[in-house]
């Protein structure tokens, strides 16, 4: 069973940065792709960033050059780093991974981003 663990949420001012870090047990993390979705209170969950096995990335219209995503396959990890944060970020934060192959997918628990004005 793949296992996925996002870390790295808290509470930050308007402005500030955070780094959020997704970690995956599985022995092919290189034949993942990596997404980082969020989803506030009452509405639907939506794509914040995508980092495919070739290293291309993809972001959601509203990042607008914000936010940077990574990937580590030597670490079995991927990375969200977030700067100029807004109140409108606030949201719980899931990572996903997609096998690029079998298309098995696996989503972490989630870990909550609080952006206060």
């Known amino acids: 069973q793949v296992q996925v663990v996002e870390s790295g949420g808290g509470a930050v001012r308007s402005g500030g940065s955070l780094t959020l870090s997704c970690v995956v047990t599985s022995r092919q993390f290189n034949f993942y792709n990596v997404g980082w979705y969020r989803q506030a209170p009452g509405e639907q969950r939506e794509l914040v960033a995508q980092?495919?096995?070739?290293?291309?990335?993809t972001y959601g219209d509203f990042v607008e050059g914000r936010f940077t995503i990574s990937r580590d396959n030597a670490k079995d990890s991927s990375l969200l780093q977030m700067g100029s944060l807004k109140p409108e970020d606030t949201a719980v934060y899931y990572c996903?991974?997609?096998?690029?192959?079998?298309?098995?997918?696996?989503w972490g628990q989630g870990t909550q981003v609080t952006v206060s004005s």
């Open positions: 996903n991974v997609q096998h690029r192959l079998t298309r098995a997918t696996y």
């Open positions: 980092i495919m096995t070739d290293g291309s990335t």
